[in-house]
């Protein structure tokens, strides 16, 4: 087993940034045995920053893209501080995934960067 190459998923900066509407990455799928390291770079460019960004795992048993759960299978706040910051997570055991991200008000934007890797084996 080998990881593979970075791939990006969801790049907002600049005047594309992530608000208070929740914001998804294109899907990801993984064969059997297969994980992704999924990297979140969030930065919020207030100088002094209310809302925290909201990070959802969504999941996805069939083809179609309007077949997504309506609830996350899991969720991390990031907390808004008036600097970038990063966090990863493993997903696995998912036929496909997407993230979900939003600011928890209205007041901040943020900049969100998502990225993965993948590895493991198709079974």
Known sequence: MAWGSKSNILSQSGSSVVSSTEEYT????????????????ADNKSASPTDDLEVKLYAN???????WDDL???????EGVAAAQKLSFVVANLYQFRVGVAATGGTDNY???INYRKDGVSL
């Open 26 to 41: 294109t899907a990801v799928s993984l064969n059997p045995g297969e994980v992704a390291h999924v990297e979140v770079d």
């Open 111 to 113: 900049n969100v960067v």
């Open 72 to 78: 996350p299978i899991w969720s991390q706040t990031v």
């Open 61 to 67: 048993m069939t083809d179609s893209s309007a077949d």
